[in-house]
C-alpha cells in the first residue's frame, strides 16, 4: 500500500510528489500523459521559448519550433530524473476513483492492462483545460483552444506559418495577451476579441491601460464587448459573425484561438462517484489542501482561483507539510503573477481597484524605466513600477510593474509583501546600480513625498 497516490503528474503533482518521497512516503504519481502537465508541454515553457525568439531576438524565429521541442524534452527528462530521485514511483495510464474513503483505492488503465492500487492517501492534480465556447462552428479546422495552440505547426513552425497571415483571439486574459504579442511579432494580423471592454481582469487599472497603448501601438485590434455567434469556413478561411454593444460584427481571418478561460477538470476519473465537494468552479479544499474526505487532497488548476503553476508547487508544499503533521498555508493576496507581453507584466498584492473594494486606505506612487540608467544601456524603457501601502502603517500591500524584466523583478517585490513589510524598509534596503531593481526604490521612495 501507498502512503500517497498522486493522480496526476503536472507541476503541482510532481511537485507533491518529489516532497513525499523524499519525506520517506511510499509515493505514486498516475499520468495518463506527459510529466510536467500543461504548463510544460503546452502551456508555460512552450510559450516562453517562443517569446525567447521574437521578443528576446535569442534565437532566429526559423529555428523556434525545433528550440521549444528540445527544451520541453530536457526539462520532461529532468522531472523524470528528479521523481526516480526522490524515490516516486511513475505510473503510465488512465486512473480511475474507486473508494475516495478509508482506504484509497484506485483502478488505471495502462497498455498492459487494468491495474488496482491502494492508499492511505489520494491527492487530485487533474489540472485545467480550456472553456469551451458554444457556438456554431467552434469545432472547424482552423479553429483552435489556448491549451493546445502552442503545438500547431501552422502558426509556429517555418516555413508552414507563412500560410498564415490573420488570427483572431476570442479572449483578453493572459493567454490571449501573450498570444497575441507573439503572433503579432511574427507579422501576422492579430485581432483581440474581448466579452467586456477589459484586458487582463485582475491587473491594477493603470497596467491595463498601459497594456492597451502598448497593443495599439503594435497595431493589435481589440474590440469590445464581443459575442461569438458563428464561424463558418470560406475559401480557406474562416469567417466569425458574432455581436458587439455597437451591433453585428464580423470578420474574416485565417485562424481562431478561443482563450476566453481555464476550467478544471472534473471529469473522466471517478469524482462523480466520490463525496468529495466541488463544483463546476473547482474542488473544494481547506488551507491544507485537503478537502471533505480525510486524506484526500487537491491541488493545482482543479481547484479553480489563480491557475499558476508556482502556485501549484507551493500548494504541493503545503498538502506534504499537512500529511507530515507541520503546517504550511498560502496567502492569496501575496501570490505574484506575471505575463509574457511586450512590456512584460508581473504583479503581486492588492490593486489599487481591489484596495478600494476593500476600504482601505492607500498611497500610491509610480517610478519610470525611462528614467533608470540600466533600462536605458538595454534599450527597453517602456513602462514603469507601481507601488501601494497603506496610509495607516505604511504597509506595502502591493507592486506592479510593466516593463522590462517585470516577471524577474517581481520576486523582491513578492518577498516584501509577503513579509508585511513597510515600505519605507523597503526602500532603505541597499539596491545595487546600474539594475531595473532600483525602479522599485525610487517608487518606494516617492511614497514618501
Not at 507541476?11 to 509515493?27: C, D, F, I, N, Y
Amino acid at each position: 500500500m501507498y502512503d500517497l497516490i498522486i493522480l496526476g503528474g503536472g507541476p503541482g503533482g510532481t511537485r507533491a510528489a518529489e516532497l513525499a518521497g523524499k519525506a520517506g512516503l511510499k509515493t505514486l504519481v498516475i499520468e495518463m500523459d506527459r510529466l510536467g502537465g500543461t504548463c510544460l508541454n503546452r502551456g508555460c515553457i512552450p510559450t516562453k521559448a517562443y517569446y525567447a525568439s521574437l521578443v528576446g531576438g535569442r534565437v532566429p524565429p526559423e529555428e523556434m519550433w525545433s528550440y521549444r521541442e528540445g527544451i520541453v524534452k530536457k526539462l520532461g527528462e529532468g522531472i523524470s530524473t528528479l521523481m526516480k530521485m526522490s524515490g516516486a514511483e511513475i505510473l503510465r495510464g488512465r486512473g480511475k476513483i474507486i473508494s475516495a474513503e478509508g482506504v484509497k483505492i484506485l483502478e488505471v488503465e495502462t497498455a498492459d492492462g487494468v491495474k488496482r492500487v491502494k492508499g492511505k492517501r489520494l491527492l487530485l492534480a487533474s489540472g485545467a483545460r480550456s472553456l469551451p465556447l458554444e457556438f456554431e462552428g467552434a469545432d472547424l479546422p482552423g479553429v483552435l483552444t489556448g491549451d493546445w495552440a502552442v503545438t500547431d505547426p501552422d502558426l509556429w513552425k517555418y516555413p508552414e506559418t507563412d500560410e498564415v497571415k490573420s488570427v483572431a483571439i476570442i479572449g483578453a486574459g493572459v493567454i490571449a495577451a501573450e498570444f497575441a504579442v507573439l503572433l503579432r511579432r511574427m507579422g501576422k494580423e492579430v485581432t483581440i476579441l474581448k466579452h467586456s471592454d477589459q484586458l487582463l481582469r485582475r491587473a491594477d487599472r493603470d497596467i491595463k491601460k498601459k497594456l492597451a497603448q502598448s497593443f495599439k501601438k503594435m497595431k493589435i485590434a481589440l474590440v469590445d464587448y464581443f459575442s461569438p455567434e458563428k464561424a463558418a469556413a470560406e475559401g480557406g478561411k474562416i469567417r466569425l459573425r458574432g455581436k458587439t454593444r455597437e451591433g453585428e460584427y464580423e470578420l474574416l481571418c485565417d485562424r481562431l484561438l478561443l482563450a476566453s478561460s481555464m476550467v478544471p477538470v472534473l471529469d473522466g476519473y471517478g469524482l462523480e462517484n466520490t463525496s468529495v465537494k466541488h463544483s463546476e468552479k473547482g474542488i473544494a479544499v481547506n488551507s491544507h489542501m485537503e478537502t471533505n474526505l480525510p486524506g484526500v487532497y487537491a491541488l493545482g488548476d482543479v481547484t479553480g482561483g489563480m491557475m499558476l503553476a508556482h502556485l501549484a508547487e507551493y500548494q504541493a508544499l503545503s498538502a506534504v507539510e499537512h500529511m507530515l503533521g507541520r503546517e504550511y498555508t498560502i496567502e492569496k493576496d501575496h501570490v505574484p503573477w506575471c505575463v509574457f507581453s511586450d512590456p512584460e507584466i508581473a504583479a503581486v498584492g492588492l490593486s489599487e481597484d481591489e484596495a478600494e473594494r476593500r476600504g482601505i486606505a492607500v498611497k500610491t506612487a509610480r517610478a519610470y524605466f525611462l528614467g533608470n540608467g540600466m533600462a536605458l544601456a538595454m534599450n527597453s524603457t517602456d513602462g514603469f513600477i507601481k507601488v501601494l501601502a497603506s496610509k495607516e502603517d505604511d504597509t506595502l500591500l502591493g507592486v506592479h510593474i510593466i516593463g522590462p524584466e517585470a516577471a524577474s523583478l517581481i520576486g523582491e517585490a513578492a518577498l516584501a509583501v509577503g513579509h508585511r513589510m513597510k515600505a519605507a524598509d523597503v526602500a532603505r534596503t541597499i539596491h545595487p546600480h546600474p539594475t531595473l531593481t532600483e525602479c522599485f526604490k525610487d517608487a518606494l521612495f516617492r511614497l514618501e513625498e
